[in-house]
T-cell receptor, first 114, second 111 residues
């Protein structure tokens, strides 16, 4: 069974440029998460989807970040414009079930903003 | 707001030793607790999931316990091997708040 797939694995951009990350969750997993992980820290939740509905986006910086989950499957996280402080690893995870399901993570997308 | 603390932040032990990683959390109203492993430059690999009604889970040489009332969990690794070297993350599931992570324990197993 395929795991959570993310792309790109690495992205280097200059500040003020846009960037987008894509995630394909495990088949059948209705809950999808985007996390951000800074160096030496644990991941922090940005947004959580139940099917195609964003049910928790309180930590998403809405002035520059946006996300969507098409047809309740794939998801895209966009940053526009990027700032130096956005350099981090962006992790996508999925689970079956809303609160009690085991989370499975992708390899992450490492963003460097110059 | 849930806070998760992992102690120690780093640990280096000789191969073959049994070891314990600690995780504490401030709000005992949790749905579950999950332990992950993260290798450098990689994503998180799920090791064990303990539901709030459970006391422990075992997988191979790993055993995780959960004491909700005291806000603590431990991850026990038996007969450590160099391949166990990684960062171990504890995450607490609070329902609508999703998972809250600790900063991790960086583990080095010396050959």
């Amino acid at each position: 069974e395929a795991g959570v797939v993310q792309s790109p694995r690495y992205k280097i951009i200059e500040k003020k440029q846009p960037v987008a990350f894509w995630c394909n969750p495990i088949s059948g997993h209705n809950t999808l998460y985007w996390y951000r992980q800074n160096l030496g820290q644990g991941p922090e939740l940005l947004i959580r989807y139940e099917n195609e509905e964003a049910v928790d986006d309180s930590q998403l910086p809405k002035d520059r970040f946006s996300a969507e989950r098409l047809k309740g499957v794939d998801s895209t996280l966009k940053i526009q414009p990027a700032e130096l402080g956005d350099s981090a690893v962006y992790l996508c995870a999925s689970s079956f079930g809303q609160y009690t399901g085991e989370l499975f993570f992708g390899e992450g997308s490492r963003l460097t903003v110059l | 707001k849930q806070e998760v603390t992992q102690i120690p932040a780093a640990l280096s032990v000789p191969e073959g030793e049994n070891l314990v990683l600690n995780c504490s959390f401030t709000d005992s109203a949790i749905y579950n607790l999950q332990w992950f492993r993260q290798d450098p430059g990689k994503g998180l690999t799920s090791l064990l999931l303990i539901q709030s009604s459970q006391r422990e889970q075992t997988s191979g040489r790993l055993n995780a316990s959960l004491d909700k009332s005291s806000g603590r969990s431990t991850l026990y690794i038996a007969a450590s091997q160099p391949g166990d070297s990684a960062t171990y993350l504890c995450a607490v599931g609070g329902g609508a708040d999703g998972l809250t992570f600790g900063k991790g324990t960086h583990l080095i197993i010396q050959p």
